[in-house]
């Protein structure tokens, strides 16, 4: 059977101009091996086969090659001996050293995994800090967050949240990002009290807007608009209060020296509006 499909393949590599003569003729011939098999016992299958493969050789012998020879020249070449690997192959299967080879390449990988993860944690920590160190590489949405935060969706122009909270088992976090968690909490953190009073003496207009107004207003700045009230306002604090650093970066003289395209440019890169005037941009 593994000849006959060498066979068959040399065949067919040779075809355009005998294809219609060798369709038929195959086609003839495996209509006879499909009636054998349902006619007569099995024990004719191999004849059939056989009977396959010698017409075969016949149409191969038929067509030039070249220096004289014939593709069933090619085939006894080329062919025949890959065949007959492929059946030894399939008969005895393929030897593996599965005690010590297979075992000692498991160890391998797990240590190159390993060293890959210390690896991208490293990194992780240089770009955000002690949070870097408790991702896990293995979970599809943490990397999100992490790589792609920010981005807008090409098709809702929603923007993916900056910030993510997630609930994670503490065996699942390395003992080093929980010793700098434990180093950091217990530091004071005055700024963070100082803006908890400000927020709680200085109610914003947040406060005061129904949630389809603050569902409105995310969507006009290409946040999320899904999540409750309280989800809103906290979206729309964090998104202003980064336009508003972003915009202490650069000095109002540096604006004065831009051309309008990179104004417009710099307008949609932080959810403003681009149009208007030179002044107004």
Known sequence: TSEVNLLLTCRMHAIHDHYSQFFNATHDIGFNILYTRRMTPPAYDAEGTWLLREELQYMLEDMPW?????????????????GKVLTDMERRGIRVDAKDYLAGVEVQARE????????????????????????NPASSTQLCAFL???????KTKVRTETTRVFKVARDEIP??????YRERDAQPNEQSS??????????????SMKAAQLK?????????VSG????????????????????????????EELPTDEL??????????PDGTRKAL
């Open 66 to 82: 070249f220096d004289g020879q014939n593709l069933y020249d090619y085939y006894q070449l080329h062919m025949r001996n890959f």
């Open 112 to 135: 190159d995994r390993k060293g890959h993860v210390e690896a991208f944690h490293k990194w992780a920590f240089e770009m955000i800090g002690v949070d870097g160190l408790a991702i």
């Open 148 to 154: 792609f935060g920010g981005a807008a969706n090409l």
């Open 175 to 180: 003992d080093k990002a929980m010793a700098l």
């Open 194 to 207: 100082d803006a908890l009073d400000s927020d709680e003496r200085q109610p914003d207009e947040f406060d």
């Open 216 to 224: 409105a207003l995310c969507k006009e700045y290409g946040l999320k």
């Open 228 to 255: 409750k009230k309280a989800e809103l306002q906290e979206r729309l604090r964090g998104h202003f209060l980064a336009v508003g650093q972003d915009s202490n970066e650069m000095q109002q003289d540096d604006f």
């Open 264 to 273: 417009k440019q710099i307008c949609v890169t932080r959810g403003l509006s």
